[in-house]
């Protein structure tokens, strides 16, 4: 069926307020992960779930930074108190097994353009 | 923190010519993937190459891998204007620390109509 879809396409917020952003993974997917995409450069691992355990976080730039899946599926990014910094674009990925570095591809979102202003 | 380094940052070239794009990584892998992303689009895989492999084609896409310098090659050939993209490589860590995929800067690839 249809990609990984996230939301919302654009995000601007002023510095301070708290963002939510939702990805939807390809159904049935079991492996699902955030990247963080600064200007001209490529994706940052920030997290990765496989269903609902969050198995590793070690990318997640601070404590502002929170991610939950808790059914499996559905998926949402916040970040508390955003910083200029923060901006970026946020990409969503999911792979249909359970994550093993010699399998299957990435499937990504279209991704969430954030921009603190 | 960013493994893989392309080269060269951004290539440009006319359609019909071929493109070659360079990737150095620094530890042992179990695969290296090479992605594309168009301007303000998500990235999409292209081709996987596992570490006991040394070249792998996908149609007008060709792949080298060697292990014992730490790079990979990724082969455009007869280019189209729709090649015009950003092109990434991506390893996944062999070495028994976290298997997350970990992608380079890009080699910023402009075709010519």
């Known amino acids: 069926g249809a990609g990984v879809s996230q939301s919302p396409r654009y995000k601007v917020a002023k510095r301070g307020q708290d963002v939510a952003l939702r990805c939807d993974p390809i159904s049935g997917h079991v492996s699902l992960f955030w990247y963080q995409q600064a200007l001209g450069q490529g994706p940052e691992f920030l997290t990765y779930f496989q269903n609902e355990a969050q198995l590793d976080k070690s990318g997640l730039p601070s404590d502002r930074f929170f991610a939950e899946r808790p059914e499996g599926s559905v998926s949402t990014l916040k970040i508390q108190r955003t910083q200029q910094e923060d901006s970026a674009v946020y990409l969503c990925?999911?792979?249909?097994?359970?994550?093993?570095?010699?399998?299957?591809?990435?499937?990504f979102g279209n991704g969430t353009r954030l921009t603190v202003t | 923190s960013q493994q893989g380094e392309e080269d060269p940052q951004a290539l440009s070239i006319q359609e019909g010519e071929n493109a070659t794009m360079n990737c150095s990584y620094k530890?042992?892998?179990?695969?290296l993937q090479w992605y594309r992303q168009n301007s303000g689009r998500g990235l999409v895989h292209l081709i996987l190459i596992r570490s006991n492999e040394r070249e792998k084609h996908s149609g007008r896409l060709r792949v080298t891998l060697d292990t014992s310098k730490k790079s990979s090659s990724l082969l455009i050939t007869a280019s189209r204007a729709a090649d015009t993209a950003s092109y990434f490589c991506?390893?996944?860590?062999?070495?028994?620390?976290?298997?997350?995929?970990?992608f380079g800067k890009g080699t910023k690839l402009t075709v010519n109509p």
């Open positions: 991506a390893t996944a860590d062999g070495g028994g620390g976290s298997e997350k995929l970990v």
């Open positions: 530890t042992s892998i179990n695969n």
């Open positions: 990925a999911s792979s249909l097994l359970v994550w093993r570095s010699y399998n299957s591809p990435l499937h």
